[in-house]
């Protein structure tokens, strides 16, 4: 006989009360996306039907999700899926999980390429192509190759550019960085690794242990990987270009020296939500 905790909104509270204790900030939208996917629910569905009694195999397949949400594998991840500007976005352990920090570099990049006839886009470490993919759906007249060094995350960044129908606009390169890519770009994004190594331990676990840690170290001192788009970026950069990265939320003033250093003006710098200088663009000086 089944229980009437095994109502809809009886599962929700039980799930909800327990991420809570673990210091999950979300746990009660965490509950409900769970329990739409165990049940194969829309939001609608459960604001509708709060009293309806889930069958016993429902429920064991939501608590079963449920134990990987209390060891703090994030929703994503258990799910497969991750909305990034308003798209849902397939991701796997091979890739970093898209966060909503980054769409601050999606806006300034569709400013930068609206209007424009033709927009060439080269996305340095692609990963799930969610940069690559949103800017191609975003401008209709741009076209782009994205790099990765994992083969891995290729076939990810492939089969999103196929959901989203922006595939033939999109050539995939398995590279580290700029190897093997010719041509001229008006915009040369990246989001790449910048967590310092001392600093990965302390990350939260659903970062640090669900997060490809390729993805996430940035050397020594986090700025690894800006050292080297830096170095290669005049060679592929258009006339009135953009190169635009990803910063962490302290280094921003390091960034800036370092593509200075390779020649490049700093041409905007730009805040994500938080008030954190999120993202830089740089362009060869007149």
């Known amino acids: 006989m089944q229980k009437m905790s095994d109502t809809v909104a009886g599962l929700v509270r039980s799930a909800a009360r327990q991420l809570s204790l673990r210091g999950i900030a979300t746990a009660a939208l965490d509950a409900r ?59 796997t ?34 990963g799930s ?3 690559a993919v949103t800017l191609l759906a975003e401008l209709p007249q741009a076209h782009g190759v994205a790099t990765d060094i994992s083969e891995a995350a290729l076939a990810i960044a492939k089969a999103n550019a196929l959901t989203h129908g922006v595939a033939d606009r999109l050539r995939l390169v398995h590279a580290n960085w700029f190897a093997g890519v010719d041509g001229k770009f008006d915009l040369i994004v990246s989001n790449p690794p ?39 970026a005049s060679r592929l950069l258009a006339p009135r270009g953009h190169v635009l990265v990803e910063t962490g939320a302290t280094q921003a ?26 993202a830089l663009s740089f362009n ?3």
């Open 33 to 91: 996306l769970l329990l739409q996917s165990a049940a194969a629910m829309s939001h609608a569905d459960i604001v509708a039907e709060p009293d309806l009694i889930l069958p016993p195999d429902v429920v064991a397949r939501f608590w079963s999700l449920m134990e990987q949400r209390c060891a703090f594998e994030p929703v994503s991840r258990i799910l497969g899926v991750r909305e990034f500007y308003g798209r849902d976005f397939k991701i």
């Open 194 to 232: 910048y967590i310092p190594a001392g600093d990965i331990a302390g990350l939260g676990p659903e970062v640090r242990d669900y997060d490809p840690g390729s993805a996430l170290a940035g050397g020594d001192d986090g700025l690894q990987a800006y050292r080297q788009i830096a170095a290669g």
């Open 129 to 131: 192509g969610a940069i």
């Open 284 to 286: 060869l000086p007149s």
């Open 253 to 278: 003033e390091g960034v800036k020296d370092i593509f200075e250093a390779n020649g490049l003006a700093l041409a905007g710098q730009f805040r994500d939500l938080g008030g954190h200088i999120r």
């Open 93 to 126: 352990p091979d890739v970093l999980d898209p966060r909503a920090d980054t769409e601050t570099l999606i806006g300034v990049a569709t400013g930068l390429g609206t209007g424009k006839a033709s927009f060439g886009i080269l996305d340095l470490g692609t």
